[in-house]
């Protein structure tokens, strides 16, 4: 049996025990039908697609194209959408401290330029992140600018000479990382 290593020490973390102010994650218990089903069931099938590891592209963070929205599609976003603060801002549990002084630059110039971005993703642990990612080395972060169209923003960020790999996504998350310049 192979173990998998243990992820990097992260000492951002520390900062979410300090800040008071974010709110509190409960994971409810399963529904006591769901409990009763998987008690009185056979052990789930390791080759079934519910049990399976998601293929590249899929898993939570990841939801599939709604029906009728076309893959290419404009992305989803709300123009309306006004950002929670103006300057950098980041969803609870993400951290910018671990990212490279590059990728801090490219951040600082997308909030100077829009005037706010929201950070949904850093760095990542192996088990979460795909083969090749640069989120488990923290070099590769997931944003939004809220209320701006994402294909305007990836097009201006696109532009930077210092930014390597870039992609928009369906849903209106952009990425940006230190890789070799490419979009994927």
């Known amino acids: 049996m192979m173990r998998a290593p243990l992820p990097p020490q992260r000492p951002f973390d520390l900062e979410l025990l300090s800040n008071p102010t974010l709110p509190l994650i409960v994971v409810p218990p399963p529904a006591p039908e769901a409990q009763a089903a998987s008690s009185n069931s056979t052990p789930p099938d390791p080759t079934s697609p519910m049990t399976a590891e998601p293929d590249e592209g899929e898993g939570p963070e990841w939801p599939q194209l709604t029906p009728g929205q076309k893959a290419g599609a404009e992305p989803e976003f709300d123009p309306n959408e006004k950002p929670d603060r103006p300057g950098i801002s980041t969803d609870p549990g993400t951290s910018t ?8 630059l490219i951040l600082a110039k997308i909030s100077d330029k829009y005037g706010a971005v929201k950070v949904t993703s850093t760095w990542r642990p192996p088990w979460r992140a795909r083969r090749g990612s640069y989120h488990k080395r923290c070099e590769a972060m997931d944003f939004r600018v809220p209320g701006v169209r994402p294909r305007s ?15 928009v996504y369906w849903n209106g998350i952009l990425h940006v990382d230190t890789g070799p310049r490419r979009p994927w």
Do not use: D
């Open 153 to 167: 923003v990836i097009e201006w960020v696109r532009a930077l000479p210092e930014v390597g790999g870039h992609k």
């Open 97 to 104: 401290v671990c990212l490279p002084q590059r990728l801090k």
